[in-house]
T-cell receptor, first 114, second 113 residues
Framework: NAGVTQTPKFRILKIGQSMTLQCTQDMNHNYMYWYRQDPGMGLKLIYYSVGAGITDKGEVPNGYNVSRSTTEDFPLRLELAAPSQTSVYFC?????????????FGSGTRLTVV | GQQLNQSPQSMFIQEGEDVSMNCTSSSIFNTWLWYKQDPGEGPVLLIALYKAGELTSNGRLTAQFGITRKDSFLNISASIPSDVGIYFCAGLNSGGSNYKLTFGKGTLLTVNP
């Protein structure tokens, strides 16, 4: 049981480049989330989805886009990378009971924009 | 948006010592969760609390859901080196959208052997 899988684990981007952070889960979870983690700042919600075809903005959505065409996949797109997007990105999912049972997190993608 | 105040921000302790950390909020939560994040990994759920006053243990860890529903506490007894990491509290509020957890900023725990 793989849980939540994120790829890549590390990436260096140049300013202005684009990339997609991949996230897939095999637990048939309805809810999926993208967070970024900066040192000492905790976890900030970028986007979330309550099911296939439904996405919504979190606290810090600017500079990012998401899509949810299947239950399993929730990719995060950075269109024009900026140094402020240097961070560790975590994807998470939760069951149909919702976050009351907690999230399952992926192991993260460490992104550096130079 | 909602905020959770987690304290302390960091702790340096000796192996064998007990640890206490807490989370407070200006809003009521109906679920409190505690996570641990090992270096280079994603957070992992330690304990979930669903009722005011509830006290739940998981090995050497004990967490409590505050009576006011605006706070929660985590205690670690007899710390060991593998307790090192960042501990996050998270809350789910009782009204509006229940899709999203609110996270504290974390407590960084260092254990000296």
């Amino acid at each position: 049981n793989a849980g939540v899988t994120q790829t890549p684990k590390f990436r260096i981007l140049k300013i202005g480049q684009s990339m997609t952070l991949q996230c897939t889960q095999d637990m048939n979870h309805n809810y999926m989330y993208w967070y970024r983690q900066d040192p000492g700042m905790g976890l900030k919600l970028i986007y979330y989805s309550v099911g296939a075809g439904i996405t919504d903005k979190g606290e810090v959505p600017n500079g990012y886009n998401v899509s949810r065409s299947t239950t399993e996949d929730f990719p995060l797109r950075l269109e024009l990378a900026a140094p402020s997007q240097t961070s560790v990105y975590f994807c998470a999912s939760s069951s149909v009971r919702g976050p009351r049972d907690g999230y399952t997190f992926g192991s993260g993608t460490r992104l550096t924009v130079v | 948006g909602q905020q959770l105040n987690q304290s302390p921000q960091s702790m340096f302790i000796q192996e064998g010592e007990d640890v206490s950390m807490n989370c407070t909020s200006s809003s009521i939560f109906n679920t409190w969760l505690w996570y641990k994040q090992d270096p280079g990994e994603g957070p992992v759920l330690l304990i979930a609390l669903y009722k005011a006053g509830e006290l739940t243990s998981n090995g050497r860890l004990t967490a409590q859901f505050g009576i006011t529903r605006k706070d929660s506490f985590l205690n670690i007894s007899a710390s060991i080196p593998s307790d090192v990491g960042i501990y996050f509290c998270a809350g789910l509020n009782s009204g509006g959208s229940n899709y999203k957890l609110t996270f504290g900023k974390g407590t960084l725990l260092t254990v000296n052997p």
